[in-house]
């Protein structure tokens, strides 16, 4: 994905990128398939079908334009999921996709119906509260959170369960897990 021109592209070898890691779940995404494929590739073509985007690729792609990478790689954008021979070519090729990323997206949310529309937790607005204990001595507000450490937090994900995501995690150069409590890189 060219989040600058908000559509799909050809890659070179000589790109940049980040790739995003997540679970589809049981949402319904937009894909690349026959159908999809010239609106995507127009540029644009994403802000076309924004609505059609699920939550966690739109965060994604937000990040990045934020981070200033300008491809991102996401499976169900990246792979023409009615083409048997593509499917075949990139899902043999995914350990080089991990390994080529400069930087991989984690959504580790650890919410039980985590799928595609989930937001990348602690990126955006999202109906999560952090409990806090407050309090006051000698003029300092002194607060007190409980948050787990990174391996319990990436641990109670679901994207910690599934097996696709093994290969992501330890092909992966650098992580930029969103947990449900803080953000891990």
């Known amino acids: 994905i060219d989040v600058h021109a908000k559509c799909l592209i050809e890659a070179t070898c000589e790109n940049t990128f980040a790739a995003l890691s997540y679970v589809w779940g049981k949402a319904k995404q937009l894909l690349l398939t026959n159908t999809t494929r010239e609106i995507l590739f127009t540029p644009g073509g994403l802000e076309c079908v924004s609505s059609a985007l699920p939550r966690t690729i739109a965060d994604a792609i937000a990040l990045c334009e934020s981070l200033d990478y300008r491809y991102l790689w996401v499976d169900a954008l ?67 959170t409980k948050r787990p450490p990174f391996s ?32 891990f890189f």
């Open 78 to 144: 990246c792979i023409q999921q009615d083409d048997r021979d593509d499917m075949a070519r990139q899902i043999s090729g995914m350990g080089n996709i991990y390994t080529s990323a400069s930087l991989t997206i984690v959504n580790a949310s650890s919410v039980p119906d985590t799928n595609a529309n989930t937001p990348l937790p602690r990126f955006s607005p999202s109906p999560m509260t952090i409990h806090q204990h407050e309090e006051h001595i000698r003029d300092q507000n002194i607060i007190l």
């Open 152 to 183: 319990v937090a990436v641990q109670k994900s679901v994207w910690y369960s599934r097996g696709w995501t093994l290969q992501e995690f330890h092909l992966s150069k650098r992580l930029l897990f969103f947990t449900d409590h803080q953000v």
